[in-house]
């Protein structure tokens, strides 16, 4: 084969070849990724506690506005991040899944409430009742 031929064609990668190179990107995404850190703790500022009445008002109208029943609202934690609460809604709803799914993300794109280190400080907790 001339040097024409392979200059005017795709370039051919082995398995082995495309695998090491695959390897190679993992290798630097791992090192991009480890290098990426959060904030220390003391830098983070609980989620909940930058949530006012009025942004909790807001979210239960909106949920109301969907169709949804507000049972209640509390503050939760997540087990792994226990020192940063965020807010929860728990909902009553009638629909199929699909329909809950729709609204509920509806709703968040409504209430368009986000703090620095949490896209979603209030959150839909969906109790079906169909």
Known sequence: MSSAASDSGP??????QRVERLDEDVRV?????????????????PPASQITPAQLQRAAELAE????RVLKTELETDPDDPE???WVLDVEGEGTT????????KWHGLLD??????????RLFIIPTS
């Open 29 to 45: 995404l791992k090192a991009q990724v480890a290098n990426l850190s959060a904030p220390p703790a003391a830098e983070r500022v």
């Open 11 to 16: 370039e051919f990668i082995s398995l082995s």
């Open 65 to 68: 506005q969907l169709g949804f």
């Open 84 to 86: 940063y609460p965020f």
């Open 113 to 122: 409430v986000r703090t620095e280190f949490d896209p979603h400080p209030i």
């Open 98 to 105: 699909r329909e809950l799914i729709d609204r509920q993300l």
